[in-house]
Each structure stands twice: as structure tokens, then as C-alpha cells.
């Protein structure tokens, strides 16, 4: 009787909880925020264990990567650096939602990056690295998106330092194989699966248009299998192989080229007179010390473009001005006697030499790139100018003893001429025994003469006068008075005339030529302009 009388109060509270009850079950469907807290809630999914684990079958995850930079190729520790995106995507059926009011309204979530520590991950690491860390700029760069069906996307920027085991036999003609290698640390390949993703159109190794490296040029780039096995089991690995292709053009212009240089002026000394002992011994001792001295969605983006205008002071006053005066300094040396062999030649060598290592010293300052910068143009001129003045000298050296030598010649000739005659005035007057003695020696002293481009004349002279003062003492002689030292200057004139011309010529055309090498130089690098392509 009692309860007949309650039921309807029964009722009218059973229906109020029920209401309640729904009314926040629709709230939690009805926002985001307890929407995502009931589907990775602790109670129903546990990041502890990995997806499809209960169905005893491994969990496939696809990989991309995208490779922003690749910089500092180290062949000294033989790694490099590269900045890239890191893409894995799998399936996890715990967070699948298609079956809720929130796969009409979407299909797609994308979580903040803090709530990836509340959902189950692949253990991925990089196997050949040496250093890395995750980019934090200006916020941690990962992204996490669940999609209805429960596949997730788990994006990250990765800056590495990976170990790349060079081949250096051919360097600097060489071509070398860099790997990215990414293996599971944990799982087995009964538990975890790596594949690269060949479902989408693009490529599953994608890589930066605008990468640019100073030494190296990416060639080619693959995508492999790898799985190990080790003594704790076969483990999911795949790699990436980069084939780079050593640019040349870097050390042509910082290697070979100077290295050529200093090889050629060493030539020179062949050219100097070998009684030049200390000009000599200066050149190749200075050219030794040089030789070993030594696509998932469209993202917003802004871009600011600073425009710079390098100060030039600092390089007119540190680099052109002193290897313009450089480049003079070695001009002074065509005024100089071509006789001064020591002065000249430590000139002309102590001027390339301050040229090769004033260029080593900026280099040293600035990027390795392959392009030619305007001032690798400007110390190269400096450097072709000073060399080319020491050539000169060589030049003016080999004229000058060539004719001196030819005229001594010429000269005891005409002196062994005058002495042949005496003989054979000897001849006439019965001196048969002295006259053949003094025969063979006057034909011994030519040939010498004529063998060596040279001859001692005044001793010739001396000897053939006390040979027909003994061997005649009592004849008349005819005299033949010739002065040795007039007769070389009158000869010499022309020789020294010869090599002063062409120092004549040299002293005008080479400051000629640098002005105008300065004229088109400055002309047109301050004139140039550099366009840069901004994607």
C-alpha cells in the first residue's frame, strides 16, 4: 500500500539522475577538451602498451623524412650535420572514434604537442648518431594528429650530428655515401615493423630545392631496408643513403692552382746564374717552407627579408690597400740593376709570398664555397702580378747572360785570332818545336771557349806573350794591342741595353695594367648585383 503510494516520487527521482546524468555525458561529447580526456583516459587506454598488441601481430609504421640542410661534412671525424622533419604514422584501433558524433564534425584532430606523453609512441632512434636534440624554436616543433579511423601522424624537427664513414683514397676527387640510419631500440619485428610510406604520390624522402653545401653536391638519394639482428633479437631498421659528389671547383682554386704556382716559381732557380749561391738557396728554401706550412597540409608562414650593407672600411683598410702596395713594392724591382741577383730575386720572392699567405689568412676567415667570391678574384690578380714580375726577372736574367756570354766568345776569338797570327810569323822564322807547343795550346784554349760560351782572356793573353818573348826572344813581334776591359764594355753595351729595355717596357706595362685592372675591377663588382630567390 505504501509503495503504490511512493512510486510516483520513484520516478520523479530516477528521472532527475538520468537527466543529470546525460545532460554531462552531452557536455563531455559536446566539447572538445573532455572529448580528448575520454579518449586517451588512463582508464580506457593505457600508452604502456602498444597498439594491436592484445591481436599478437606487429604495428606497421610508415616513415617519412625531409631533409631541410645538410651542413658541416667533417672529414677530420668524418659526420655532418643535418636538419630535417621526421614523419611516423601508424594505426592505434584505441583511438579510433569513427564511431562518435565527433567523426561527422572532425574527421581529424590535432593534438597540442604536450599531449604526446599521453599516447603510445614507436621507440625510433638514429642509429649512426652521434649528437641530436629536438628544434625548440620558437616552441617544441612537433605535431601529433589523430585521424577517425585511428591512424596517427607524429611530426618532428630533429637537428643531428649523424657519423658518416668516409672513403677518402681519391680526395679531393672523391664521391661519398652518407646514411641516416633509424632502427626500433626495443621492439622486435614481431612487435614493431618500419616501412617507408609509398602510398602518396610524394616520395618518402624528400629534400630541400634550395640545399646547397660548400664542398659537396647531392647527387642521389635512396631509400632502403636494413633489419638487424642481434643477440636480443631482429629489430625493424631502414636507412637512407646520400650519395654526395665533391665539388672540385673550391680546392682547384685554394689547392691546386697556388700549389701550381709555387712549383713553377720553384723553375725559376734554373734560370739563375749557379754562382748566385745565396739568391739561389733563398728561393728554394723559402718555396719549401711554403709548399709544407701550410606534403601533409598547408601551414601559414610569414617571412621577413633583411637587407644588409656590408661596411667596407674594414676590408679596404685590412685587405686592398696592403696587397695593392704589395703589388707595387714588387714593381720597384724592374729599376733595380738585373745584376743585383740577391736583391731582385728576394723581392720578387718575398712579394708572392705575402701575396699567397695574405690570401690563405682571408680565406681562412670566410665560408667554403665553390662560386668565386670577388675578392678570390682580387687576390688572384694580386698574385698573377707580383709572379709574372719575378718571371720578368728570369726573363731579363737569361737575355743578359746569354749576350754577355756571346760576346766573350766573340772577344777571344778575335784575341786567339791575333795570337795565331804571331805563330805564324813564328813559323817563318824556323821556331818549329815552340810554335807547334803554342799551336796546340791556342786550339785547346778555342775549343774551351767555344764549349763554355767563356774564356779567360787575359790569361791567354799573358801566356801567349811570355811564350813568344821565350821562344823568340830576339825577333821582332808584331804587336797587336788589344784592351780586354774596353773591348768587353764596348761589347756589353748592347747587352745591357737589351735587358735594360725590356725592365723599361716592364716598368710601364705592368703599373699600366694593374691601373686597369683596378678600373674594370671596381667597375664592375660595385655595379654587380646578386639576385636571391626567396621561396
Known sequence: MHLSRDFPYLITIFTLVFSTHYSRSGAAINTVEEFLDTLINSSRYDRR?????DQRRACNVTMTIHINTISAINEVNMDYNTDLIFRQSWYDPRLNYSGTDWAAKSPEITLHYSLIDRIWVPDSFFRNAKEGKRSDITVPNRLIRVHRDGKVLYSQRLLLKLDCQMKLQKFPLDNQTCVVNIGSYGFATTDLAFFWDQASNISAIRVNEDLEMPDFVLSNHEAKYCNRTTATGSFACIEVHLSLQRNINLYLQQLYLPSTLIVALSFIAFWIDYKSHPAR??????LIVTVTTKAEGSFTCLLVVLHLKRLFGYYLVQVYIPSMLIVILSFVSFWIDHKSVPARISVGLLTVLTVTTQSSGIRSQLPRVSYIKAIDVWMSACLVFVFAGLLEYALVNVIARKGELRQQVRFSKEVIGNRLAQVHFYKKDGGHQSNAETMETLVHKTSNAERK???NTTN??????SMSNTNAPSQPTPQVVVSQPAQLAIAAKPV???AQF??????????????????????????????????
Open 281 to 286: 738557396t733563398l728561393l728554394s728554401l723559402l
Open 453 to 455: 760560351l767563356s774564356g
Open 49 to 53: 602498451i602498444r597498439p594491436f598488441f
Open 502 to 535: 725590356v725592365d723599361l717596357i716592364s716598368a710601364v706595362l705592368f703599373p699600366v695594367a694593374f691601373i686597369v685592372f683596378n678600373i674594370i675591377y671596381w667597375m664592375v663588382y660595385l655595379n654587380m648585383h646578386v639576385e636571391y630567390i626567396l621561396k
Open 496 to 498: 745591357r741595353d737589351s
Open 460 to 465: 791567354t793573353h799573358v801566356h801567349y806573350s
